[in-house]
């Protein structure tokens, strides 16, 4: 669809950025906290050129657009390392994450996260674009595409949610990581915010550490969606075993985390740091707080859940089957 988009050059593309407000089936997805004014940033002006000269985009075009453009770094780094140090409040480690971070912009471009949002409506599935709002200068909107999009080849024929977002690139990742795997072992692990093919719309923004529009003042918050992993687990195409989604907490527990919290107060006399102790396992564990936002999600080689090793004692030798670390119930022997 972008490239039909795209095709029209020249006096050819002012006939179609006339006639897209009309074929173009507007419908809006805002968060409800939309500001009484939108500022207009630099990100925002690029946009609305891009979509001038080309039209509407893709969601996940956005929000490549957004999450990749140099303007975005500053509040990446002021949302996550706390603009005030509340978050953290080392100098050094402020300095080393700001390091770190300066080179996500270079990651980013050579691994596309984002999503496309398509949604069921009478005339079959529709992807979702972002336009210019022709009613209000300076605005976005989201609008239905009014044909089909490649994007809509990624929806399962018994899908029964009424909006589905999809991320093709995960998919090529978890091909190539599920052909490695299979054929020189290793595993992989995926610890992300997610859901099982049961979730709808997840797409969202974060401003200091608040919901915020997805459309307002782009450039100036982070873009989300959480991760299908029904999709992952379908991209594997049975070339390796999968296991999970689990919730944090689980896997914590099966990693032995309460056991861990224990030494750590068994050898701690100062009441502060036992203080950080509990509130950093409430933090991690608590089903309220991180204990349910993360799943994690892993790929190995099937014949590590075949029974490939074997337990010997006196009377008898037969196959078991392994135990996967975090995937299984920790057991002491």
Same mark, same amino acid.
């Given at each position: 669809?972008?490239?039909? @988009? ?22 809006y ?22 979509i ?27 949302d996550?390392?706390g ?17 770190v ?62 909006h ?18 299979? @054929? ?76 861990? @919290? ?21 933090m ?14 892993? @790929? ?34």
């Amino acid at each position: 669809m972008s490239v039909l @988009l795209r095709s029209g050059l020249g006096p050819l593309c002012a006939v179609a950025r006339a006639a897209i407000p009309f074929i173009w089936r507007g419908k809006y997805f805002s968060s409800g906290n939309e500001p009484a004014e939108n500022p207009v940033t630099p990100m925002l002006r690029h946009l609305m050129y891009k979509i001038k000269s080309t039209g509407p985009i893709t969601v996940a075009e956005y929000m490549k657009e957004v999450l990749t453009n140099p303007a975005k770094g500053y509040y990446v780094y002021r949302d996550m390392l706390g603009e005030k140090g509340d978050f953290i409040t080392s100098p050094e480690i402020s300095q080393i994450f700001g390091e770190v971070f300066t080179q996500l912009g270079s990651v980013l471009k050579n691994c596309d996260i984002s999503v496309h949002l398509v949604e069921k409506t009478p005339q079959g599935w529709r992807e979702v674009f972002v336009d210019i709002d022709p009613q209000v200068s300076d605005k976005l909107r989201f609008v239905l595409a009014p044909s089909a999009t490649p994007a809509e080849a990624f929806i399962q024929h018994d899908e029964t949610r009424d909006h589905v977002e999809v991320c093709p690139d995960a998919g090529v990742i978890i091909e190539e990581l599920s052909q490695r795997i299979a @054929l020189t072992g290793g595993a992989a692990l995926v610890a992300d915010y997610g859901h099982d093919g049961t979730k709808t719309d997840t797409f969202r923004g974060f401003c200091d550490h608040k919901l915020h529009d997805v459309l307002i003042a782009p450039g100036t918050a982070d873009l989300t969606a959480d991760v299908d992993f029904s999709y992952l687990r379908r991209m594997a195409q049975g070339k390796v075993a999968s296991l999970g989604p689990i919730k944090q907490h689980t896997f914590l527990k099966n990693m032995g985390i309460d056991v861990r @919290l224990k030494v750590l107060l068994d050898k701690s006399n100062e009441p502060s740091v036992r203080q950080q102790l509990l509130q950093g396992y409430d933090m991690l564990m608590n089903p309220k707080k991180m204990g349910e936002r993360f799943n994690f999600f892993a @790929l190995l080689p099937h014949q590590r859940l075949q029974g490939g090793r074997y337990q010997r004692n006196a009377r008898q030798s037969k196959p078991f089957a392994s135990v996967v670390a975090g995937f299984s119930e920790l057991a002491w022997q």
